[in-house]
């Protein structure tokens, strides 16, 4: 199979495993044969089926073509509609082949009432969104305002060591040189048993959730350039911990999380339009379960 070839086959398999398109008129237009539809197109039309410009999209993205239809020789624009030719009289063809199938009438009608769904989801929600007004917004931000916390943040270095003496020992040499960041990160590359160590200790920006919690509550109260030693052992050993920054909770400002928030609105609306259809649809339909 020639490189042509194998891109007519994945065109083929993408129109039969989901792309999107009128069945009504697919049905009409293949099955029945209908060759006398006048249908006009820029770029030609094939069996009463006119070429689109999906169709020349879809074939440059296959071929790889970058360049704007309109802009490339004569040569490369024979290729891609070669290309789009080809598949089309192929999938024609095995439309008609298949069209007494069973298994792929059963096939076109699972995709059929996907396809339907999907659209009629996308059609509703931009309804929907439509309704969305910059008051609730505004709204929805002061009533979940908690929502958009940035907790504090703790810009942390440590230094790990296997006894409590040597933390001991090694905290004190550090107290009674007032210690600076520097001194204390020269200290955590020499002296640190942890993996930070060749990085001076530094643990980056952490935030108190997901802490232990006796780390928790020593780094807490901590002020910046400041050092404490964590009297209970952890996994890693004994640790002494360094304050080199932190940042105070805040909140993001509500121009910043608007799309955020019209997303969540958007889907409450979306989940509601939803569950009322399906309860109206249930009071009047015939459903027998086994």
């Known amino acids: 199979m020639n490189k042509k070839q194998w891109l007519i086959t994945v065109s083929i398999l993408t129109i039969f495993l989901g792309c999107e398109m009128d069945y009504e008129s697919f049905k009409s237009n293949f099955f029945n044969g209908s060759k006398e539809l006048e249908v006009k197109s820029e770029y030609g039309v094939i069996d009463g089926v006119a070429i689109t410009k999906e169709d020349i999209l879809l074939a440059q993205d296959l071929l790889d073509i970058k360049d704007e239809f309109t802009t490339l020789d004569k040569k490369l624009k024979k290729e891609i509609i070669d290309v789009i030719v080809e598949k089309k009289l192929l999938s024609h063809y095995s439309v008609s082949a298949l069209k007494e199938d069973i298994s792929f009438n059963q096939k076109l009608e699972q995709i059929k009432d996907e396809l339907a769904l999907n659209m009629w989801i996308e059609k509703e929600t931009v309804k929907l969104e439509k309704k969305i007004k910059e008051a609730d917004l505004e709204t929805f ?140 649809l249930k009071k009047s339909a015939k459903i027998d379960l086994k």
Not at 245 to 271: A, F, G, R
């Open 141 to 280: 931000y002061k009533k979940n305002k908690d929502l958009f916390l940035i907790p504090e943040q703790f810009k942390l270095r440590h230094i790990v060591l296997k006894s409590e003496k040597d933390s001991i020992d090694v905290f004190k040499k550090l107290e009674d040189k007032n210690s600076t960041l520097e001194d204390f990160s020269n200290m955590a590359k020499t002296k640190s048993i942890d993996s930070t160590s060749e990085l001076g200790g530094d643990l980056g920006w952490l935030e108190l959730e997901g802490l232990l919690p006796e780390v928790k509550k020593i780094i807490k109260d901590m002020k910046k350039n400041s050092m404490v030693r964590l009297k209970e052992k952890t996994a890693l050993g004994f640790h002494i911990f360094y304050l080199e920054d932190k940042n105070e909770s805040t909140y993001m400002k509500v121009e910043s999380v608007k799309e955020d928030i019209k997303s969540i609105l958007l889907k409450e609306k979306i989940d509601k339009l939803m569950s009322q259809t399906v309860d109206k």
